[in-house]
């Protein structure tokens, strides 16, 4: 398989295409992103200082245009490395002061999972008004397990959280984290935005919901196995076609500790068509959203949100 951009321009790996239509949507949100891309690459596992020069190489030649939203894989600091998961949860809030400081290097917005510290239910409950206030920075629950959380970074810092609501038990993952009560949709610049972790893509009530409350635009970051690629290839398509919505998905490639990854990273219009993906191996694209296709989409007949309009 080889990396497609289609409406775009390749330089190597890496795609800078033209401007989208700056419309609005049904609902009066500003459409956004005006692009949006994807860094794809192996994830050092455990190795979080490694992993972020990683994305700072990889913006550096994917030079994104401002206002794009360049999605990173799930846990890109380091994978899934539980013996050294709790220090990398430690980490999660100076990644997210870096990862805010190349938003604003770039005037982009970025996107990727990270392993979150659980917050108190005292400070929870303190706070459940303002969800993007903490920026990562929870006191840790001794011996409480982790959530896997989607970030939406801006260049002022965190915008928003999605708490992956699905742990994958083969790979142990209800013993280390557990489902959050932030099931989406994400704060964003201009309304909101859907995400999902990985194996919340199975569920499609996880997206729906995020759709009926005014997304247009889903996020997904993930580490799928290349042994179910195809499985991959075909549920990003399925969530963009039933919620007439884009889909920017990233996943990681190669091998991370001992599994292999498939990579093909996405980037799906409303219709299902492919604007751009990935093949196996480390790539950058990006590709133009044109919401005015959206809209003329969703006019023709409605199943966003897995409901048809009246």
């Given at each position: 398989?080889?990396?497609?951009?289609?409406?775009?321009?390749?330089?190597?790996?890496?795609?800078?295409?033209?401007?989208?239509?700056?419309?609005?949507?049904?609902?009066?949100?500003?459409?956004?992103?005006?692009?949006?891309?994807?860094?794809?690459?192996?994830?050092?596992?455990?190795?979080?200082?490694?992993?972020?020069?990683?994305?700072?190489?990889?913006?550096?030649?994917?030079?994104?245009?401002?206002?794009?939203?360049?999605v990173l894989p799930e846990l890109w600091s380091g994978g899934f490395a539980y013996h050294?998961?709790?220090?990398?949860?430690?980490?999660?809030?100076?990644?997210?002061?870096?990862?805010?400081?190349?938003?604003?290097?770039?005037?982009?917005?970025?996107?990727?999972?990270?392993?979150?510290?659980?917050?108190?239910?005292?400070?929870?409950?303190?706070?459940?008004?303002?969800?993007?206030?903490?920026?990562?920075?929870?006191?840790?629950?001794?011996?409480?397990?982790?959530?896997?959380?989607?970030?939406?970074?801006?260049?002022?810092?965190?915008m928003g959280r999605y708490h992956k609501q699905q742990m994958f038990a083969p790979m142990?993952?209800?013993?280390?984290?557990?489902?959050?009560?932030?099931?989406?949709?994400?704060?964003?610049?201009?309304?909101?935005?859907?995400?999902?972790?990985?194996?919340?893509?199975?569920?499609?009530?996880?997206?729906?919901?995020?759709?009926?409350?005014?997304?247009?635009v889903l996020l997904v970051a993930a580490q799928w196995p290349k042994a179910r690629r195809?499985?991959?290839?075909?549920?990003?398509?399925?969530?963009?076609?039933?919620?007439?919505?884009?889909?920017?998905?990233?996943?990681?490639?190669?091998?991370?500790?001992?599994?292999?990854?498939?990579?093909?990273?996405?980037?799906?219009?409303?219709?299902?068509?492919?604007?751009?993906?990935?093949?196996?191996?480390?790539?950058?694209?990006?590709?133009?959203?044109?919401?005015?296709?959206?809209?003329?989409?969703?006019?023709?007949?409605?199943?966003?949100?897995?409901?048809?309009?009246?």
């Open positions: 398989m080889t990396a497609v951009a289609h409406n775009a321009k390749s330089a190597e790996n890496f795609a800078v295409p033209a401007d989208s239509a700056k419309v609005s949507d049904h609902r009066g949100h500003k459409a956004w992103p005006p692009r949006a891309g994807f860094l794809q690459f192996r994830v050092r596992f455990g190795d979080p200082a490694a992993n972020l020069a990683v994305v700072r190489e990889q913006l550096a030649r994917l030079a994104p245009p401002p206002a794009t939203l360049v050294a998961m709790a220090r990398m949860a430690a980490e999660t809030p100076a990644l997210l002061t870096a990862l805010a400081a190349e938003a604003s290097r770039y005037d982009i917005f970025l996107a990727g999972s990270l392993p979150e510290a659980p917050v108190p239910p005292a400070q929870a409950a303190s706070s459940a008004s303002t969800d993007s206030d903490h920026e990562g920075h929870q006191v840790s629950e001794p011996g409480a397990r982790l959530h896997n959380t989607l970030y939406l970074v801006g260049p002022q810092g965190v142990g993952e209800p013993d280390y984290f557990q489902p959050g009560r932030l099931a989406g949709p994400l704060a964003g610049p201009a309304g909101p935005v859907g995400g999902l972790v990985c194996f919340d893509l199975r569920f499609p009530e996880l997206a729906a919901a995020q759709v009926r409350q005014g997304a247009t195809e499985h991959w290839r075909i549920l990003l398509r399925a969530r963009a076609i039933e919620n007439q919505i884009f889909v920017v998905a990233c996943n990681t490639c190669g091998l991370v500790g001992d599994a292999d990854f498939a990579g093909c990273s996405a980037i799906i219009a409303p219709d299902g068509d492919i604007l751009a993906e990935a093949a196996d191996r480390a790539a950058g694209l990006m590709a133009p959203l044109d919401f005015a296709h959206q809209s003329e989409v969703r006019r023709l007949f409605q199943t966003a949100g897995g409901a048809a309009a009246a």
